[in-house]
């Protein structure tokens, strides 16, 4: 299967999006800026004391005790303001972090399915899993240390160039070399993050696709492949490691050397100042600890800034899904009728690759319509896009009579469910009560979700019992019982079935067949159908060849046409005496 991985945003976007994030609560961020700010004014205090200090000690008028007790109030004062600061960011950084993963969670779920399917888990799951957790390590701690040590620098700065312009000079030293490997860095450090997550992600679908077909894999020996591609994947994410590590190999050690080189400076070059007169022992004395105190915001800001890269990459992989073009565009138009058609449709799952060419079919409300037809030749497919499920390329799929016909892609999801519902052999069994199972499909008292039970045989647990994993275990007829009973709920007027019972036991098909039947009594049914005699019990027959449907009539129309369906039915009923046994017939496909 061939992934195309879901979109990045763009440089542009992901500022936007930051910009947005960091304004929402204007409030909260400027008082957690105020007490960072008031907790960094504090802790300057300190050296300017200390110059003092060492300046009245020289001239032997130095008041020792006073000094020392200030000192204490002030580091006192700034470790009460930082608890508080940490606290107000912390406060910020996770209420932001809740509201990007409700974001996301919704880009997700607004995502077409055909896209998902298309991108594979592999992708998805990474970025739900790996990239969210990366963001919240940015959220949680880069953002706030990089915005607190900014403030700390700014203050410090100020209170250095307070101190005295001419010794604030040497420290500046540093400025150039820090800038100019800042600039190299983060040119590359974007794109090289950007290409770990691709390669991790890469990573993460061989070998979750390998797990998922492990029968496959071993059935059709393509262990050596598959370890092949693994081994692919492995090495292209250590490239993409080996390059940022790189950056940071370079990064790291001129920054280690930029650290020690302003105090050098200041100590030396302000050494100078003073033996010519130009600068007072406090001020040389005060510039010196401002330099070394900037050390710590400044590796801070440095380490935290290469962590603000990884997380930036995350949130453009975060916010691309939200790049995908919608494939529904909900208005406010109801459908009048309950009559499905499609018109002209054609569906790509690659470009350029129709599997459906300028299908036309209307169904009439009430009947029972069969759709058969060799493997491959588009049932499935017609089926999704009946259900709404997949929306056409062109042409288009409406329901409801005349000019009261909506397309099913302008519907809500919620609306469209109330008109038409897919009926797969996938039955997921949500995690949660069979109660939270049943209100998915609609809000539902309990009284009507008990009615729906018994309308499809319920024989499972009541509706507080834990089903899903770690739950109870259902059956697999349980699991299809529960789908149908979210189908009674719904209550669509129109059902697409496609091979809804072939996986189980015949005993329990049997008996799902007669649940079912209760549960399609009454709608329009278009059944998908992989066993002949569905076909001959339908209202009518539609064959689908290559993509078209060649064939539509009833039963007895399309025997007397004696076309494709007449052959496959000769075929099928010649060589076995008994219904339901098509096993071997070309009309039977292996599940997928
Ligand atoms: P049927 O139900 O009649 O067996 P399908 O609708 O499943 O046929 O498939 C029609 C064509 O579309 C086939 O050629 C199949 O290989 C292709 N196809 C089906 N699903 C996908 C998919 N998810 N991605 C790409 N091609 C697909």
Not at 42 to 67: F, H, K, N
Not at 245 to 259: G, I
Not at 438 to 453: F, G, I, N, S, W
């Amino acid at each position: 299967m061939s992934t195309e991985i879901l979109p990045v945003a763009t440089s542009a976007q992901v500022r936007a999006h930051a910009r947005r994030l960091l304004l929402r609560h204007p409030r909260a961020l400027l008082g957690a800026l105020a007490l960072h700010a008031l907790a960094a004014v504090a802790g300057l205090v300190t050296p300017r004391l200390l110059g003092d200090l060492v300046e009245g000690v020289e001239r032997g008028d130095a008041d020792i005790d006073t000094v020392a007790l200030a000192i204490a109030g002030f580091v006192v004062a700034q470790g009460v303001l930082v608890r508080y600061a940490y606290y107000a960011s912390a406060r910020l950084g996770e209420r932001i972090l809740a509201e990007l993963r409700e974001e996301f969670v919704g880009r997700v779920l607004a995502l077409p399915l055909s896209r998902v399917e298309r991108a594979g888990t592999g992708d998805l799951l990474s970025r739900t899993s790996r990239d969210v957790d990366t963001l919240s390590n940015t959220v949680r701690h880069a953002a706030p240390e990089i915005l607190i040590s900014l403030l700390s620098i700014a203050f410090t700065l100020g209170a250095l160039a307070l101190t005295g312009p001419l010794v604030a000079l040497p420290c500046l030293v540093v400025v150039p070399l820090l800038w100019g490997v800042m600039r190299w860095y983060l040119r590359r450090a974007g794109a090289g993050y950007e290409r770990e997550m691709v390669a991790w992600a890469n990573m993460t679908d061989g070998l979750a696709e390998t797990v998922h077909g492990a029968r496959t894999v071993d059935a059709l020996g393509l262990a050596e492949r598959r370890m092949r591609r693994c081994d692919d994947d492995i090495a292209g994410s250590y490239r993409a490691e080996r390059y940022t590590l790189r950056l940071r190999t370079v990064l790291f050690p001129v920054a280690e050397f930029s650290f020690v080189l302003p105090v050098a400076a200041t100590v030396f070059v302000g050494g100078l100042f003073h033996i010519h007169g130009m600068a007072s022992l406090a001020q040389v004395t005060a510039a010196t600890l401002y330099v070394q105190q900037l050390i710590g915001p400044v590796d801070v800001l440095l380490t935290w800034l290469d962590e603000l890269q990884l997380g930036r990459a995350s949130l453009a992989r975060l916010l691309g899904v939200g790049n995908v073009p919608p494939d529904r565009s909900p208005g406010g138009a109801r459908p009048d009728g309950e009559r499905l058609a499609a018109r002209g449709v054609r569906y790509a799952y690659r470009g350029g690759h129709d599997v459906l060419h300028d299908v036309d079919l209307t169904l009439r409300p009430g009947e029972r319509l069969a759709v058969v037809g060799p493997s491959g030749a588009g049932k499935s497919t017609l089926g999704r896009l009946l259900a709404g499920v997949d929306g056409p390329r062109a042409g288009t799929v409406t329901v409801g009579e005349g000019a009261g016909a909506v397309p099913l892609v302008d519907l809500p999801l919620d609306d469209l469910r109330g008109h038409v519902a897919l009926v797969t052999q996938d039955h997921h069994v949500f995690r949660g009560t069979v109660r939270d199972n049943l209100v998915m499909a609609r809000p539902v008292t309990d009284a009507e979700a008990e009615a729906a039970l018994r309308a499809v045989d319920w024989d499972g647990p009541g509706l507080d019992a834990l089903v899903g994993s770690g739950g109870e275990a259902l059956s697999p007829a349980q699991a299809q019982q529960l789908a149908l009973a979210r189908l009674v709920l719904a209550d669509p007027h129109t059902l697409v079935l496609d091979e809804a019972t072939s996986l189980l036991d015949p005993r329990a098909a049997r008996r799902l067949e007669r649940t079912l039947a209760a549960v399609l009594d009454g709608r329009t049914v278009v059944a998908i159908a992989h066993r002949l005699h569905t076909a001959h019990d339908a209202d009518r027959v539609a064959v689908v060849e290559n993509g078209r449907v060649t064939e539509l009539g009833t039963h007895d129309e399309l025997i007397a046409a004696d076309g494709s369906y007449a052959a496959l039915w000769s075929s099928w009923h010649g060589d076995s005496s008994r219904h339901g046994d098509s096993s071997r017939h070309g009309d039977r496909e292996p599940s997928r």
